[in-house]
């Protein structure tokens, strides 16, 4: 199979604040990981591609100073929500492709901004 | 229009029953289909994946392709409460390493015991 994890799966802050979510491949070494952002009873938005050691590709209408993704080895990428705001609040997903294949989901985390 | 068009349902059909779920996309250079399946608060999980045009079957899960008419199916068979969730299918032009999806709305089904 192929595992990925996300952490952590649920995050409550205050305005203004910085939050990270981690993604993690647990069995596989992914060559590329890709963030989504899903809004209630919407589908999945692609908000950026990242290789690991390479600048990620931001989607249009994303803002890559706003949404940070560090994608430090082949089975973890970080984003971060700086300076969050209460229309940030939503449902992130990573995904981690490995070379040849499709793309395997983490479970998501649910980000509540105050 | 739309990339890709999905209708939303909501789907409700007996514990027994054959589902069928669909997607209509516009654009031609789709070459890859998939089809995944979202319980409430979790990620998607893979159920699909084909390639060409015509049927792939696994287990109790059928995917079609129809590329000339631009149309991929989902059929379940003898459906289970536990098949109870959002179905969303997802497509992409090029099977490279940058390669990027395009989804659906989803579907959402539920399976009455």
């Known amino acids: 199979g192929a595992v990925v994890s996300q952490h952590p799966s649920r995050v409550i802050c205050k305005s203004g604040t910085s939050v990270k979510i981690e993604c993690r491949s647990l069995?596989?070494?992914?060559?590329?990981m890709f963030w989504y952002r899903q809004f209630p009873k919407q589908s999945l938005m692609l908000m950026a591609t990242?290789?690991?050691?390479?600048?990620?590709?931001?989607e249009q209408g994303v803002e890559k100073d706003k949404f940070l993704i560090n994608h430090a080895s082949l089975t973890l990428s970080t984003l971060t929500v700086t300076s969050a705001h209460p229309e940030d609040s939503s449902f992130y997903i990573c995904?981690?492709?490995?070379?040849?294949?499709?793309?395997?989901f983490g479970p998501g985390t649910r980000l509540t901004v105050l | 229009q739309k990339e890709v068009e999905q209708d939303p349902g909501p789907l409700s059909v007996p514990e027994g029953a054959i589902v069928s779920l669909n997607c209509t996309y516009s654009?031609?250079?789709?070459?890859?289909f998939m089809w995944y399946r979202q319980y409430s608060r979790k990620g998607p999980e893979l159920l699909m994946y084909?390639?060409?045009?015509g049927n792939k079957e696994d287990g109790r899960f059928t995917a079609q392709v129809d590329k000339s008419s631009k149309y991929i199916s989902l059929f379940i068979r003898d459906s289970q409460p536990s098949d109870s969730a959002t179905y969303l299918c997802?497509?992409?032009?090029?099977?490279?390493?940058?390669?990027?999806?395009?989804f659906g709305k989803g579907t959402l089904l539920t399976v009455n015991p």
């Open positions: 995904s981690a492709r490995k070379l040849t294949d499709t793309q395997y």
């Open positions: 069995d596989f070494q992914a060559t590329t």
């Open positions: 990242s290789n690991e050691g390479s600048k990620a590709t931001y």
């Open positions: 654009n031609s250079a789709f070459q890859y």
């Open positions: 084909t390639y060409s045009s």
């Open positions: 997802a497509m992409s032009v090029s099977g490279g390493s940058n390669y990027k999806l395009t």
